[in-house]
């Protein structure tokens, strides 16, 4: 019996402080291969049971850029050339990349973040500049104090 009830303890005492939502927002080169190595979003997700999401906050201007390289100075004609490649085989990856970074752009101006890497926990709590078990270590921090 004894077992059972410090199992139980240790079973809520973790889960009080474990998010539940985690939202990563960060740039190109920490989500590269070569920034993966320092900064290690698997970790985080296994550390946790919480849903990860990640958003790169320079996904959208990747993507226009793509979409609008080499497009002439003059409106009408670049709007012309848009269209086609909006309806091109060609481009749809990067049109489809656009439309998947949108809600992340809506996201950083809902949370106001102000630098990056940013992680959001739970929708209430912002950690800057650090790495992903940082920034839980953080949270969980954040989270004693309150009780």
């Known amino acids: ?22 939202e990563i927002f960060a740039a190109n080169e920490l989500l590269s291969d ?10 985080l997700k296994r550390a946790t049971k919480a849903s ?8 959208l201007e990747n993507a226009e850029l793509r979409v609008s ?5 003059d409106a009408k004609e670049a709007e012309k050339i848009a269209r086609k490649r909006m309806a091109s ?14 809600p992340g752009v809506l996201k950083v101006a809902t949370y106001q973040i ?10 209430e709590f912002i950690v800057y ?3 992903p078990i940082d920034a839980l270590n953080q949270y969980k921090k ?3 104090t309150r009780q």
Not at 7 to 14: E, G, N
Not at 52 to 59: D, G, K, M, S
Not at 91 to 101: E, G, N, S, T
Request: hydrophobic share 45%; net charge positive; aromatic share 14%.
């Open 1 to 22: 019996m004894m077992r059972l009830t410090l199992f139980s303890a240790l079973l809520i005492s973790t889960s009080v402080y474990s998010a539940s939502t985690i």
């Open 34 to 43: 070569q920034g993966q190595q320092y900064f290690d979003i698997d970790e």
């Open 52 to 59: 990860v999401e990640v958003y790169n906050v320079q996904a």
């Open 69 to 73: 390289q080499g497009l002439p100075a």
């Open 89 to 102: 085989k060609e481009y749809r990856d990067d049109f489809l990349a656009i439309k998947k970074a949108v």
């Open 114 to 123: 102000k630098k990056i890497p940013a992680f959001v926990f739970d929708h």
């Open 129 to 131: 500049g650090t790495t």
């Open 142 to 144: 954040f989270k004693r």
